[in-house]
């Protein structure tokens, strides 16, 4: 029994379509040809054709001919078999060869009689509706349709009839199907067959015969058959892409099957024995109509960790999906310049700012991007290491003041770029007064956060005022007639390290 076939040329199409004959209904153009009862394919009683003129169907006359008897020239007309229908004794379709369009099946239409039989369908294809069935008869029958036609078989559409006989399909030159002598295994001819006996080639997964698929997404292929089997069965699953050229082939009962690309898969599982082969064909389209998306995490401000010119931050994980497979990669700047896969998690930042940039890229890399930034603030105030500790001197020698030095002191910090400055006092080496002066210093980092220190320098005045021009020991007579003298001096002066001595 021949059941569903597949082809470069021989298209299966699985839609859910469950009509009545009596509820079906046709978009009809002049001269187009349907059934009216049960009879021969050469009777005229047997159909009614399509009238323009009165917008109705009507029976068909000598002068309309039945299908295929008569040329209409540039005319090509759809014939719609509703009921049970049968061609033998003679050759329907052909001879003249006429440029017929689409013979639609809801009923039976059954090819053959006691004698080999060839047809000729000069038509654009078949369409066999769910339902309809086309029967080949016990001797040898060939059916010829032109190289571009389409045979499509709907779910419960069935061409049935003995594969004992030889009963051969062409599309154009090519022989595309073949039932080869006393119930033998099909010879597919690199395409892909449903043939008799008793196998049954089932497909579980994937379970719909006409589903969809995210592309990089593997597809679980799982099978087997139902009926008997004569000698031991084998097994092959082998996919089409979308222009039926193999890509995939398997010899086991289970297997997986990863889409690279949109379109069109054709998944088919052949199971044989020894007698037959017989091919379950399941439609798998692969498609990604959506647009992946990604949402970073709010922007994050922080202070640097304690002594470091960093922090250590735990970044939110970023929102991202896709109805596919989705890619989720990263991007820094700024601060930092890195790049990585999936989520940032744990990140050490420097200080300045860093945007990391999401991308979401989906399996026909579409991307949806988003971003947030890392500002990590210094601040930790620099220090300043090696103040000397308040001085106390007294003075130099003849001098009011004391020449006082120390070790310049340095800044430090978390971050590298602070100076430091002395900002209030005279500098190590030179000549301090009397007295207390203060010397400040100003740490400053490359935050532009500072930091003052100071220390004291005293200096004593422990040198004792000196008198100058102290007359000698001065001995004279008394003046005459007193009882003294008059004695004069230079005063002496008074003399000091400092000014102010009296």
């Given at each position: 029994?021949?059941?569903?076939?597949?082809?470069?040329?021989?298209?299966?199409?699985?839609?859910?379509?469950?009509?009545?004959?009596?509820?079906?209904?046709?978009?009809?153009?002049?001269?187009?040809?349907?059934?009216?009862?049960?009879?021969?394919?050469?009777?005229?009683?047997?159909?009614?054709?399509?009238?323009?003129?009165?917008?109705?169907?009507?029976?068909?006359?000598?002068?309309?001919?039945?299908?295929?008897?008569?040329?209409?020239?540039?005319?090509?007309?759809?014939?719609?078999?509703?009921?049970?229908?049968?061609?033998?004794?003679?050759?329907?379709?052909?001879?003249?060869?006429?440029?017929?369009?689409?013979?639609?099946?809801?009923?039976?239409?059954?090819?053959?009689?006691?004698?080999?039989?060839?047809?000729?369908?000069?038509?654009?294809?078949?369409?066999?509706?769910?339902?309809?069935?086309?029967?080949?008869?016990?001797?040898?029958?060939?059916?010829?349709?032109?190289?571009?036609?389409?045979?499509?078989?709907?779910?419960?559409?069935?061409?049935?009839?003995?594969?004992?006989?030889?009963?051969?399909?062409?599309?154009?030159?090519?022989?595309?199907?073949?039932c080869k002598g006393g119930g033998g295994k099909v010879l597919t001819f690199s395409q892909l067959v449903d043939s008799g006996g008793s196998l049954d080639s089932e497909i579980y997964q994937p379970v719909d015969p006409n589903s969809t698929a995210c592309i990089n997404q593997p597809i679980t292929l799982e099978g087997g058959y139902v009926g008997g089997a004569v000698g031991p069965v084998n097994y092959e699953w082998v996919i089409y892409d979308s222009a039926l050229v193999p890509i995939l082939s398997s010899v086991t009962t289970a297997a997986t099957f990863t889409p690279s690309a949109l379109g069109l898969y054709y998944i088919t599982l052949s199971v044989s024995d020894n007698n037959s082969t017989n091919v379950e064909t399941h439609i798998v389209t692969v498609e990604d109509n959506e647009d992946p998306t990604v949402t970073a995490a709010t922007d994050v401000s922080v202070g640097t960790d304690v002594g470091v010119c960093e922090s250590s931050i735990v970044i939110t994980d970023a929102t991202f999906g896709d109805n596919c497979s989705s890619t989720l990669t990263w991007v820094m700047t700024g601060a930092v310049t890195a790049s990585g896969s999936g989520q940032v998690g744990t990140y050490t930042f420097p200080t300045g700012t860093t945007t990391i940039t999401y991308t979401n890229t989906d399996g026909v890399n579409t991307d949806a991007t988003d971003a947030m930034t890392v500002t990590v603030v210094d601040n930790e105030d620099p220090t300043i290491v090696g103040l000397p500790a308040n001085i106390s001197v007294n003075n130099d020698a003849g001098v009011c003041g004391a020449t006082v030095t120390w070790v310049e002191p340095t800044a430090s910090d978390n971050c590298p770029g602070s100076t430091i400055a002395q900002t209030l006092g005279a500098a190590s080496g030179t000549i301090f007064p009397i007295g207390t002066t203060t010397i400040t210093y100003t740490a400053t980092d490359a935050a532009s956060r500072t930091h003052s220190e100071s220390f004291t320098i005293t200096v004593t005045d422990n040198e004792d005022p000196t008198i100058v021009g102290l007359p000698a020991n001065i001995s004279v007579n008394n003046d005459a007639g007193v009882c003294g003298a008059t004695v004069t001096w230079v005063e002496p002066t008074a003399s000091d390290n400092c000014p102010g001595s009296t």
């Open positions: 029994m021949v059941k569903k076939v597949l082809d470069l040329k021989l298209l299966i199409l699985f839609f859910a379509i469950n009509l009545l004959i009596v509820q079906v209904s046709f978009g009809q153009s002049d001269g187009d040809y349907r059934s009216k009862n049960n009879g021969s394919g050469y009777d005229i009683a047997t159909w009614e054709i399509y009238d323009d003129s009165i917008s109705d169907w009507r029976p068909a006359t000598a002068v309309d001919g039945v299908p295929g008897a008569i040329v209409k020239t540039n005319k090509t007309y759809v014939v719609t078999i509703l009921h049970d229908v049968s061609l033998a004794g003679l050759d329907l379709f052909s001879g003249d060869q006429e440029p017929m369009g689409e013979v639609i099946i809801y009923g039976t239409l059954t090819f053959g009689d006691a004698s080999p039989r060839v047809y000729y369908w000069n038509g654009t294809g078949v369409t066999i509706e769910a339902g309809g069935e086309v029967i080949f008869a016990n001797q040898k029958t060939e059916l010829h349709m032109p190289a571009n036609a389409v045979l499509t078989i709907k779910p419960t559409g069935l061409i049935t009839g003995a594969c004992s006989n030889n009963t051969e399909i062409y599309l154009g030159d090519e022989l595309i199907a073949v």
